[in-house]
């Protein structure tokens, strides 16, 4: 009887160890939405950028200020020439939001115009389970 209650444990243990390391990561999961929110930002496609951004960002900016101010920003930058992820970190609480799930994603790009520069881009988990870009800098 103890034979079959130690192979169970065991079995259990290794199932759930194995689906642990088959789900994808936050970060990795974070990393996949804000390199699609890039694209559409890297290609002018603000408002379909705003359209797809998490509800806190949307929220805190309106489509047409979104639209302006990233054209602003990034229409004198020039292409993106490259663009190598620098670091990925979780948080759970960021200055200025309310607690939740984050990844704070720092790039290393550069820019035709721009050479060296950090965009800092925060996908957060939405309401709908989802990862959504909530924030977005270049320094």
């Known amino acids: 009887m103890k034979l079959g ?3 169970c444990a065991l079995v259990t243990f290794t199932a759930l160890q194995t689906a642990s390391q088959t789900q994808p990561k936050p970060e990795a999961l974070a990393q ?17 950028s705003w359209q797809v951004a998490a509800q806190l960002f949307k929220a805190h900016v309106n489509k047409g200020q979104w639209e302006t101010a990233a054209r602003a920003t990034r229409s004198p930058l020039g292409p993106v020439q490259s663009r190598q992820l620098k670091s990925a970190t979780f948080k759970t609480s960021l200055p200025g939001v309310p607690d939740g799930q984050y990844v704070v994603l720092q790039y290393e790009t550069s820019f035709e115009h721009k050479r060296s520069a950090i965009e800092t881009v925060t996908p957060m988990l939405d309401k709908d389970g989802a990862w959504r870009v909530s924030g977005y800098y270049i320094r």
């Open 32 to 48: 996949q939405s804000a390199d699609s929110w890039l694209a559409l930002v890297d290609s002018g496609k603000y408002a379909e």
């Open 5 to 7: 209650w130690l192979l």
